[in-house]
């Protein structure tokens, strides 16, 4: 398994957030994350750090949500060699089969997301 130098969490459940990194540093998958709890604090801070090439994104959060974040990400000119994983407990199929049409988006896992879930995406 390839070890990531940074991951970022776009999220707005502290427990998700705290659960993941957990296991990412468990597993010495990564030991650096970007954590932000809504897609506006996301776009700031990607503009002022290294993009990373994994993010983790929600849909429903407060101020800008996942769909909104992933509007504005695409017109930074880094993104390319990122990759972006919905993580959400949507069980709306629209929100599933948006994920699957959206030109950035390389899958989507649904919450509670398990360890296997992770490896998938890592592997």
């Given at each position: 398994m390839n070890k990531i130098s940074t991951i970022c969490i776009i999220?707005?459940?502290?427990?998700?957030?705290?659960?993941?990194?957990?296991?990412?540093?468990?597993e010495k998958i990564c030991e650096n994350f970007l954590i932000f709890n809504n897609g506006q604090e996301a776009i700031l801070g990607l503009t002022e750090n290294e993009?990373?090439?994994?993010?983790?994104l929600d849909i429903n959060m407060p101020i800008m949500n996942g769909w909104e974040f992933l509007e504005k990400f695409i017109t930074l000119s880094n993104y390319k060699e990122t990759s972006i994983f919905i993580v959400s407990?949507?069980?709306?199929?629209?929100?599933?089969?948006?994920?699957?049409k959206h030109p950035k988006v390389s899958g989507f896992i649904n919450k509670p997301i398990r360890p296997n879930d992770l490896l998938k995406i890592l592997t």
């Open positions: 999220d707005d459940d502290p427990i998700f957030i705290k659960l993941t990194k957990l296991f990412l540093q468990k993009i990373p090439k994994l993010i983790l407990s949507s069980i709306d199929h629209t929100d599933i089969e948006k994920a699957e």
